[in-house]
C-alpha cells in the first residue's frame, strides 16, 4: 500500500518535473502534507518534522490539546465579556449642594380647614367614642354625646366584622349601628387570608363598595387607630380632590410661617430662596435650592457651619386632629432636576430637637444595553411621564398606575398629578371609585400591574446618603 | 508487545551509543523550531551568529523573568472588589423586636421580692449605714445573693480595703485585686488616687467567689447605678433559674401585648399568611422576642421604596410594669437580619423611644467574598473545628458565642445562659459560683485573645442591614385625645389608667431609594488572564506558543536519552578497558565522525520505524541526501549532517524530496 503510494508520488513527481508544474500534488495526503510543513501555525509543522511514530503522535495529540485549549479559552473570555466591570472613585472636593425638599407633617392648618371638614371630623369623634366605649353601646340607644345628629350617608364606612361562622359573618356599621349579614365564602377580604376566618375576634374594617354597593371589599385592620387614620384619609381626599389649587394652598402654612431662620453656609437666606409647591399630603411643600434658581449652589467645604441651616416651625396646636397623628416636618434631600417622592424617601424631623444631617454623593452611572437595563432618559420608556421631572423609576411607576386608574375608574387618584381633561376622584362625581382603586390598588402592591414590566430604572443616578444625629433643642438655659 | 519492541530497540541502541552528536540534534532544534530565535542563531556567520546568540538569550531571560513576575500576582491571589448600587427587589429583612423589659414586674414580684428588699437594703446602705444593724440581726447568710455581695473597693498604698455595703464586713487584700478584665483599667491607670483629692476614692463592685469561698474575682465598676444593674441582673438569672423556658416565657410579654398594630404594606402582618406569622423566641436578657418574615424559604419580597411598600408597626411597651431595679432604660428593641440567622440583640440592635414615630429606611449591603485561597473565610462554618451550637446560618458571632460555651462546658461543667447548650449539657444556676468560673474564662480567654478569634473565620457571604433613622413626635399634640382613646379601649385597661406617650410608640420600616449595594470580590487574576499574559509575553519576546515549550522540552529529553547512551557506552567501555584492556564489542568504541557515518548509512526508518517500511523509504533519502550535499545552499540553510532530517514516514519522505527537488529547481 505504502509502496504503491510512493510509486505514484514518484510518478507524480516525474510529471510534475517534466512539466515545470509548481504547488501541491493533487493528492489529500500530500496536500495534508504540504500544509503541515508550510503553515505559521506552530505544532502541525512538528507533526511533519517528527521522527517516528511515537513523536508523531504525541505531537498531534499536543496540536490537538492547544487547539482545544484555544477553543476553552475563548469561550471563558467570551462568557465574561458581557460583563461590566464597575469602577468606584471616592473623592472629596466641590460638590452640588443638593436640593432640599422641606414640608410639614401636617397638610392644611385645621383652623383654616375646619369648616370643610365640619361633618367629617364629626363622624370621627362619632366613631371613636363609640369604638371607646364598646360595641354593645352601638346597639344600645344612641346615647353617645357626639353622634346626637344626623349624618350623611357614609358611602366608605368602618365596619365591625365578626367571623365566627365562615358562612354568616356579621358585618355592623360603626357609626350607624346598621348590622347585616354576609355570606364568608362571598366576602372579599382584602388583607384577610381565609384561615383567619372563623377566629371568634371582632375585626374592625374599611368597607368598600362598588357604585350598585353590589361588591364590596371588607379592609381589615388590626388596631383602629390604623383604621380610623385610614378612613379619615379617604374622606379628607375625597374633599379636597373637588377644592381648588389656589384654596389649598391659601389654607397650608406660607414659607414665613413653616422656615422661622434659615442660613446657608453664615448667609441668611430666607422665604425667596425657597420654591413653594403644593404637596397632596403634606400641603405646602418648599423646595431649596432647585432647579429654576439662577445659582448653583457648590459646597466646598465639609462641616455643619457651611452647610443649610433651618429653624422650623410647626405649629403643633393646629394639626388636623385625625389626619395628622405624627408632629414634625419632613425632608428629602435629592439631586437637581429630579423629583423627590418625599412620602416615601423623606426624613422626618422630631419638634424641638436639633437634627444634623450628614451627607455623602453617591453617583452612579451605568453602562446601558447590554450591559444593564436602564434608560438615559426615559423616552425609550412607552410611560407618558405626568410629572414636570425629569425620568426616575418611581415617576414611571407612579404616572403608570394614574394612567390605569384613569382608565379603569375614570378619574384620577388625588395623591398623584392629573393629566389635563380628567378630574380627581370623589365620592360624589365618581361614586364607588373605592372600590376600583382599592382592587387596582391592591394589584399594584402586589406587583401585578403591567407597569413593573415597562418601567425601567435610570442608568445615571445620584443618592444622598444621610447620617442623622439628635440633640435636644433648645437647651435648658436658652429656653428663657 | 510493541513496547516490548520499542525496548529491545532501545536497549539495542544503548550497547551501540549514541546515533548523532547533540551538536547535530541542537542544530536540528534550532531549524526546525518554531520558536523565533534559535532559527537565527544558525543562520548567520560567526559574528552574526554569536550576536543572535546573546539576543535570544538575553530576550529568554527578559521573558523568564517577566513570566516570574507574573506568576508571583497570580500566586499573590490579589482579588479586585466590584461595588454595585442600585434598587431592585429584595427580600424584606426578617424584623426582630423585643421588650427592653424580659419580665412584667406585676408577674415576677413573687419571685423577687426578697431580692427587692435586699437590693433596697443595698441602695440605703450605699451612702449611709441606715438599715445595716437591721440587717445583722433579723438575717442570716442564707441566700444566694449574699455570697456576690457588692463592694466597695478602697485602694491603700499597700494594698486594697474592701467593705460589704450591706453587712459592712471588712477585708484587706494585699498586693493586686483579682479583677474582671474589661474594668481592669480602673484601678491600674491609678484613677483612684487621681480621684482623692475630690474625696471620692471607693469604687463599687461585687465580688465572685468559687464554691470553697477562698479564691475571689472583683468586678469593678466605677458608677453604682451600672453596678447594681449588673449585680441584680445575675441575680435575677440564679432566682429564675429553676424555671423552665416556657414558664419564664409566661412572665414576659405577649405579641398582643408588644405588638399593637402590624401593616405591611398596606396589609395587616397576620394576612401576609399563615406562615409568615410572627415566630417567637425566648431572649434571656430581653425575654419575649417576636420575629416577623423569618421563613427561610418563602420570605417576603419589596419590589418598592417607601412607606407605602414597608412595614408600620404600633408597639406598646407597658413602662409602668418595668423591672425596677433591672431596666433603667424604656423603649423596644429592633434588630433587622437575614432569614436564618440568629438575631444577637445585644450586638445589633437599635432602641426605639416611647412616643415617637421612628422611622427606619433600609439599605441592604452584600459583601461577598471569593473564598480560599483568596479570602480567608467559610462557606458555612462546617470546616472549623467549632460546632454550630445555634443551628442557624454561619456568621462569626454564631461561632465566637459556640466557641465560648464549648470552653464554658469544658473549663464550668456548665453552659453560659446566653448561649445554646452542646446536646447533653445545662445551663449553670444557683448561688452564683459559676459566675466565678465564668469570668475567669473570660478573664483568660480575652488575655490570650487567640484561641476563638483563630478558630472562628468570617463567612464568605455576608448581608449587612444600613438603616438611615428618622423620628418625630407620635402621637402630635391635636391627636393624642382620640388615639389614647382608642388604644386605652383596646387594650382593656380599666378606667383608672390610660395609657400614656410613654408607652407608646410607631415604627415604620421600609427600603430607602437605593436599596441595596453588593461588594464583591472576584480574582484580579484569573488562569486564563495568566495564560493569557504568559502567551503575550511569550510572542512579544520569542515569537513563540507553548508548542514552542513542548518543543524545547522534547530537545531536552532527547539530549537527556543521547547522554544516558553515551555514558552507558563511556562507562562500559572504562570497565572493559580496565578488566582485559580489551573492549567488549567487536568493533571499536565509535567516534562521533563514525557514528555520524552510522547515522548516514542506517536511515532512522530502519532503527525506529517498522524495518520493512524504513527500507522502501531508502532509495529516495539517499537521492535527497546527494542532492543535499552537493547544492548545499550556502550560507542561509546549512544542511543538516546527520540522518535525522532523512527520518520520515515513506508518505512524508517523499514529500520533503519533493520540496528538496523544488529548492533545487529554483536553485
Given at each position: 500500500m505504502e509502496r504503491s503510494g510512493l510509486k505514484k508520488c514518484d510518478t507524480i513527481r516525474t510529471i510534475k518535473r517534466n512539466l515545470k508544474l509548481k504547488g501541491p500534488e493533487p493528492s489529500m495526503v500530500t496536500l495534508v502534507d504540504f500544509y503541515?510543513?508550510?503553515t505559521n501555525t506552530h505544532g502541525c509543522r512538528r507533526i511533519a518534522a517528527s521522527k517516528g511514530p511515537i513523536k508523531r503522535t504525541l505531537w498531534i495529540l499536543l496540536t490537538m490539546t492547544a487547539a482545544a485549549m484555544i477553543f476553552w479559552e475563548c469561550v471563558q473570555l467570551h462568557l465574561t465579556y458581557h460583563t461590566a466591570t464597575m469602577s468606584v472613585t471616592m473623592r472629596h472636593g466641590k460638590?452640588?449642594?443638593?436640593?432640599?425638599?422641606?414640608?410639614?407633617?401636617?397638610?392644611?392648618?385645621?383652623n383654616l380647614s375646619k369648616h370643610l371638614m365640619k361633618d367629617l371630623d364629626k363622624m370621627a369623634r362619632c366613631i371613636v367614642s363609640r369604638i371607646s366605649s364598646g360595641r354593645s353601646a352601638i346597639f344600645g340607644e344612641n346615647n353617645v354625646k357626639a353622634c346626637n345628629m344626623e349624618f350623611p350617608v357614609d358611602p366608605t364606612p368602618l365596619v365591625y366584622m365578626n367571623m365566627t361562622l365562615p358562612a354568616n359573618v356579621k358585618v355592623m356599621e360603626i357609626l350607624t349601628g346598621n348590622d347585616y349579614l354576609v355570606n364568608g365564602s362571598l366576602l372579599d377580604l382584602r388583607s384577610h387570608s381565609n384561615q383567619k376566618i372563623g377566629m371568634s375576634d371582632w375585626w374592625i374594617a374599611l368597607r368598600l363598595c362598588d357604585a350598585n354597593v353590589s361588591n364590596c371589599i371588607y379592609n381589615t385592620f388590626s388596631s383602629a387607630i390604623s383604621a380610623m387614620q385610614e378612613w379619615y384619609r379617604l374622606h379628607f381626599f375625597n374633599i379636597m380632590a373637588t377644592v381648588p389649587e389656589k384654596d389649598k394652598i391659601a389654607m397650608g402654612y406660607s414659607a414665613d410661617e413653616l422656615i422661622y431662620a434659615c442660613l446657608y453656609s453664615g448667609r441668611t437666606c430666607d422665604a425667596r430662596d425657597f420654591t413653594q409647591f403644593h404637596h397632596p399630603h403634606f400641603g405646602n411643600?418648599?423646595?431649596?435650592?432647585?432647579d429654576s434658581s439662577s445659582k448653583n449652589l457648590t459646597a466646598l467645604i465639609p462641616g455643619n457651619r457651611h452647610g443649610l441651616q433651618l429653624i422650623l416651625h410647626t405649629e403643633q396646636q393646629d394639626y388636623i386632629p385625625f389626619f395628622a397623628g405624627t408632629a414634625g416636618t419632613r425632608i428629602a434631600i435629592h439631586s437637581k432636576y429630579t423629583k423627590s417622592f418625599i412620602e416615601d424617601v423623606g426624613i422626618n424631623l422630631q419638634p424641638a430637637t436639633e437634627t444634623l444631617l450628614g451627607l455623602s454623593v453617591s453617583e452612579i452611572q451605568k453602562l446601558g444595553v447590554p450591559y444593564s437595563d436602564c434608560t438615559e432618559d426615559g423616552s425609550d420608556v412607552p410611560i407618558e411621564n405626568l410629572y414636570y421631572?425629569?425620568?426616575?423609576?418611581?415617576?414611571?411607576?407612579?404616572?403608570?398606575?394614574?394612567?390605569?386608574?384613569?382608565q379603569q375608574c375614570g378619574c384620577g387618584h388625588y395623591e398623584r398629578p392629573l393629566p389635563a381633561g380628567y378630574k380627581y376622584c370623589n365620592s360624589q362625581e365618581f361614586p364607588g371609585w373605592e372600590y376600583c382603586y382599592y382592587k387596582l390598588y391592591s394589584n399594584y402592591i402586589a406587583e401585578e400591574l403591567n407597569c413593573y414590566r415597562m418601567c425601567k430604572q435610570t442608568c445615571f443616578q445620584k443618592e444622598y446618603t444621610t447620617k442623622v444625629s439628635l440633640a435636644k433643642w433648645p437647651s435648658e438655659n436658652s429656653k428663657l | 508487545m510493541w513496547l516490548r519492541k520499542y525496548m529491545t530497540r532501545a536497549l539495542h541502541r544503548i550497547q551501540k551509543g549514541p546515533l548523532f552528536t547533540t551538536s547535530e540534534l541542537l542544530i536540528w532544534y534550532c531549524q526546525n523550531t518554531n520558536t523565533h530565535g534559535p532559527g537565527r542563531i544558525i543562520a548567520g556567520g560567526p559574528k552574526k551568529r554569536t550576536a543572535w546568540m546573546l539576543i535570544t538569550l538575553t530576550v529568554l531571560c527578559v521573558m523568564l523573568w517577566q513570566w516570574y513576575e507574573i506568576a508571583q500576582e497570580y500566586l499573590s491571589y490579589g482579588v479586585t472588589v466590584t461595588v454595585t448600587m442600585g434598587f431592585q427587589k429584595l427580600n424584606f429583612p426578617a424584623v426582630t423586636i423585643c421588650n427592653l423589659n424580659p419580665y412584667r414586674f406585676s408577674a415576677i414580684n413573687k419571685y423577687i421580692e426578697e431580692l427587692d428588699n435586699y437590693t433596697q437594703l443595698v441602695l440605703n446602705g450605699l451612702y449611709t449605714n441606715v438599715g445595716r444593724d437591721e440587717w445583722k440581726f433579723s438575717h442570716g447568710l442564707t441566700k444566694h445573693w449574699e455570697f456576690t455581695p457588692l463592694v466597695w473597693i478602697e485602694k491603700f498604698p499597700n494594698g486594697f480595703r474592701v467593705t460589704e455595703i450591706v453587712s459592712g464586713r471588712c477585708e484587706w487584700k494585699n498586693g493586686t485585686l483579682p479583677q474582671v478584665v474589661p474594668s481592669m483599667m480602673v484601678l491600674q491607670d491609678n484613677r483612684l488616687s487621681q480621684e482623692q483629692p475630690k474625696g471620692n476614692k471607693k469604687v463599687i463592685g461585687f465580688r465572685l467567689c468559687d464554691l470553697s469561698g477562698h479564691e475571689c474575682l472583683y468586678k469593678v465598676f466605677n458608677c453604682a447605678v451600672n453596678a447594681?444593674?449588673?449585680?441584680y441582673q445575675l441575680q435575677l438569672l440564679d432566682l429564675l433559674g429553676d424555671l423552665s423556658q416556657a414558664d419564664k416565657a409566661k412572665l414576659g410579654y405577649t405579641a398582643k401585648d408588644l405588638i399593637h398594630a402590624c401593616i405591611f404594606s398596606g396589609q395587616i402582618c397576620e394576612a401576609k399568611s399563615q406562615a409568615r406569622n410572627l415566630s417567637s423566641f425566648f431572649h434571656p436578657i430581653y425575654g419575649n422576642c417576636y420575629t416577623f418574615n423569618s421563613e427561610d424559604d418563602d420570605p417576603l419580597q419589596v419590589s418598592n421604596p417607601g412607606m407605602e411598600f414597608g412595614m408600620s408597626l404600633i408597639l406598646s411597651i407597658d413602662q409602668h410594669d418595668y423591672i425596677p431595679h433591672l431596666m433603667s432604660s424604656a423603649g423596644a428593641l429592633v434588630m433587622l437580619h437575614p432569614q436564618g440567622s440568629y438575631p444577637f440583640l445585644q450586638e445589633g440592635g437599635i432602641h426605639i423611644l416611647p412616643g415617637m414615630e421612628t422611622s427606619v429606611g433600609i439599605e441592604v449591603e452584600d459583601i461577598e467574598l471569593l473564598g480560599p485561597p483568596y479570602s480567608n473565610c467559610t462557606k458555612d462554618g462546617l470546616d472549623l473545628s467549632v460546632p454550630n451550637l445555634y443551628n442557624m446560618t454561619y456568621s462569626f458571632q454564631v461561632c465566637l458565642s459556640s466557641c465560648f460555651q464549648m470552653h464554658m462546658v469544658r473549663e464550668c461543667g456548665c453552659g453560659y445562659y446566653l448561649y445554646p447548650l452542646p446536646p447533653g449539657t445545662e445551663y449553670c444556676q444557683k448561688n452564683s459560683h459559676w459566675a466565678y468560673c465564668y469570668y475567669k474564662l473570660y478573664n483568660r480567654l480575652s488575655h490570650e485573645n487567640t484561641s476563638c478569634m483563630d478558630a472562628c473565620k468570617q463567612p464568605c457571604s455576608d448581608k449587612d442591614y444600613q438603616m438611615t433613622i428618622s423620628m418625630a413626635d407620635w402621637p402630635s399634640e391635636t391627636s393624642e385625645k382620640w388615639i389614647f382613646h382608642i388604644l386605652s379601649k383596646e387594650k382593656n385597661m380599666s378606667a383608672g389608667t390610660k395609657i400614656n406617650r410613654n408607652d407608646i410608640m410607631k415604627l415604620n420600616l421600609y427600603f430607602e431609594e437605593f436599596n441595596h449595594k453588593t461588594t464583591k470580590e472576584s480574582p484580579a487574576q484569573t488562569l486564563i488572564t495568566l495564560l493569557s499574559n504568559f502567551g503575550g509575553l511569550f510572542g512579544l519576546w520569542m515569537g513563540?506558543?507553548?508548542?514552542?515549550?513542548?518543543?524545547?522540552?522534547?530537545?531536552?529529553?532527547?539530549?537527556?536519552?543521547?547522554?544516558?547512551?553515551?555514558?552507558t557506552a563511556k562507562t562500559k567501555e572504562l570497565r572493559a578497558r580496565a578488566q582485559n584492556h580489551q573492549p567488549s564489542f567487536s568493533d571499536a568504541p565509535p567516534s562521533i565522525q563514525q557514528l555520524e557515518q552510522q547515522g548516514h548509512v542506517n536511515s532512522a526508518c530502519e532503527t525506529e520505524t517498522v524495518p520493512g517500511v524504513g527500507d522502501g523509504g531508502d532509495p529516495p533519502a539517499a537521492q535527497t541526501d546527494e542532492v543535499e550535499s552537493v547544492q548545499q545552499p550556502i550560507p542561509s540553510t546549512p544542511p543538516p549532517k546527520y540522518e535525522a532530517l532523512n527520518v520520515r514516514c515513506p508518505h512524508l519522505l517523499k514529500c520533503d524530496s519533493k520540496r528538496w527537488e523544488e529548492f533545487v529547481d529554483r536553485l
Open positions: 503541515l510543513w508550510n460638590n452640588e449642594f443638593p436640593t432640599v425638599t422641606i414640608c410639614n407633617l401636617n397638610p392644611y392648618k385645621f411643600c418648599f423646595v431649596f435650592n432647585n421631572s425629569s425620568y426616575s423609576l418611581q415617576i414611571c411607576l407612579q404616572s403608570c398606575f394614574q394612567k390605569e386608574i384613569l | 447594681i444593674r449588673a449585680w513563540g506558543s507553548v508548542l514552542c515549550i513542548i518543543e524545547a522540552a522534547e530537545i531536552i529529553v532527547d539530549l537527556m536519552w543521547i547522554g544516558i547512551i553515551w555514558l
